[in-house]
């Protein structure tokens, strides 16, 4: 991707069932020091509830490049149109 550029990644939740199934491009495991701890609501359950599925966007890119201004853009989007939203910027999250 060229500078400026955001790329958006889209992971379906129900491909990724724990943590420690994350790869890299090589197949490798990313990290080997964290533990799956299972919950008490089964993602079943959860979209049940909230009559959606689970999803993860990531925004990546370069500083600057506008990837806080999409995902709130996007989350003002998805919420007007019902769904249960939240944007986790890193900036908000170090």
């Known amino acids: 991707m060229g500078s400026g550029f955001t790329q958006v990644t889209v992971l379906d939740a129900q491909k990724i069932e724990r943590a420690d199934d994350m790869y ?21 359950n959860r979209a049940k ?13 370069l500083s600057g490049s506008g990837k ?4 709130v853009e996007l989350e003002k989007h998805l919420f007007s149109n019902g769904h249960a939203v939240y944007a986790l910027d890193g900036d908000n999250i170090r």
């Open 68 to 71: 806080s201004t999409i995902a």
């Open 49 to 61: 509830l909230l009559r959606q599925d689970a999803a993860t966007i990531w925004l990546t890119g």
């Open 24 to 44: 890299d491009k090589s197949h490798q495991v990313i990290s080997t020091n964290i533990t799956w701890v299972e919950g008490k609501v089964s993602a079943e």
